[in-house]
């Protein structure tokens, strides 16, 4: 049998080409990275300036009543959720994951607000009909230390931006709200409780709780009523302030979700002990 025959100096250059051809392909990357870096940069440009957050500078306003974005929509069941979507298309694209063993979700998220006539944000849905109780541990890790961002336990008619919708929602600095958008591309209304101000910055108010962040929240619908529902420290779910009155035809989505109120940061919340049931008076 015929055996090629390699010089010491053949394997030389062989190893040579390999570390060469290796520089290539590592500068290749470093080039393709440093290109998408600087995509980025460049995309953040386009982000209007009513999408960047309050500041001491700004004031973030409504979107123009024509903006629409459509949603990006994932039909991938995820723990008790039939899929998943990023609302309203935020700028950098959200993702999520389920620890079985913990009973967690972690979801990370991007997105303006979920607030005005049109949203964006991470949301892990399922689609139901009739009664709905549906609670949750939250924690929002809150990484840019932003206290208007917004975890959700939230109902809504579809998956556009502007949809019909019901939500108990905790903010990043302590808030605890009830919210809805009464009809299709109209202003949320809320009623909100706790002692956020705006941006976060304390304030005082007269419907303020005492300073502790609400360790589970939770959403009840009874036909056409919506109440929130609250553990502060641990203790049993009660019903926090009066009901809301919105109606959604069947079927609509139920689930959470996780917005970091900042077009050009995501953040990330936990989800845990995730309870959703088809009927009220369940909420736990």
């Not at 290796?22 to 440009?45: E, K, M, P, Q, Y």
């Not at 039939?82 to 913990?102: K, N, R, T, V, Y």
């Amino acid at each position: 049998m015929h055996r090629p025959k390699f010089s010491r100096r053949s394997i030389r250059l062989t190893k040579r080409n390999f570390l060469h051809f290796l520089a290539i392909a590592l500068g290749t990357v470093a080039l393709s990275a440093a290109s998408a870096n600087r995509c980025l940069a460049a995309d953040t440009n386009l982000i209007p300036a009513w999408a960047y957050p309050g500041s001491s500078t700004h004031t973030q306003v409504a979107p123009p009543g024509d903006f629409r974005r459509p949603s990006r929509n994932f039909d991938t069941p995820i723990g008790l959720f039939e899929g998943q979507s990023d609302i309203g298309g935020p700028f950098l694209p959200g993702q999520a994951s389920f620890d079985p063993a913990l009973k967690q979700y972690t979801v990370t998220s991007a997105g303006y607000n979920i607030w005005y006539t049109r949203d964006e944000f991470r949301y892990l849905w399922k689609k139901m009909s009739g009664d709905v109780s549906l609670s949750a541990d939250v924690n929002i890790l809150n990484t840019n230390n932003f206290g208007d961002c917004k975890v959700v336990v939230i109902i809504r008619q579809n998956l556009e931006d502007d949809s019909k919708e019901a939500l108990a929602t905790l903010h990043g600095a302590g808030m605890i709200a009830l919210a809805f958008r009464p009809e299709k591309g109209v202003r949320v209304k809320d009623m909100e409780y706790g002692q956020l101000g705006s941006r976060g910055r304390n304030a005082s108010r007269p419907d303020s709780l005492v300073a502790v962040t609400a360790k589970r929240i939770g959403l009840e619908k009874h036909g056409d009523e919506f109440a929130l529902y609250v553990s502060l420290e641990g203790e049993p779910m009660h019903q926090f302030g009066p009901p809301i009155t919105l109606h959604l035809d069947g079927p609509f989505y139920a689930g959470i979700g996780f917005c970091s109120h900042q077009p050009d940061k995501a953040d990330t919340a936990v989800f845990s002990n995730v309870a959703l049931e088809n009927s009220a008076g369940k909420v736990r």
